[in-house]
């Protein structure tokens, strides 16, 4: 199976809230490296996020997706932390 990579970087757009304290920015591909053994799809995701915490969803991944392959990373202006990162299924079987 190919093992999938994303990185998501934090910049500057506000979406509309999915849920209190929730914000679901769309997101695109930026670039996809194919290796030997699987790929790494990038995609980016640009966010003005609020003070204090703040949960990002991101939508639209594939279904069989590997969660063990996610990686996140983020930059900002101030000073910015990214407490956890978890998969969660949609009420349609996709992932988010």
Do not use: W
């Not at 609020?50 to 996610?70: M, N, Q």
């Amino acid at each position: 199976m190919i093992k999938k990579c994303l990185a998501f970087a934090l910049l500057v757009l506000v979406p509309p809230p999915v849920a209190a304290g929730e914000l679901a920015p769309p997101n695109a591909i930026a670039s996809v490296t194919v290796f030997v053994e699987g790929a790494q799809v990038v995609r980016r995701v640009s966010v003005v996020l609020p003070a204090g915490s703040t949960t990002v969803v991101i939508g639209d991944l594939p279904a069989d997706i590997e969660a063990d392959s996610l990686e996140i990373d983020g930059s900002a202006d101030q000073p910015l932390a990214i407490t956890s990162v978890e998969t969660r299924v949609s009420r349609d079987g996709s992932p988010r």
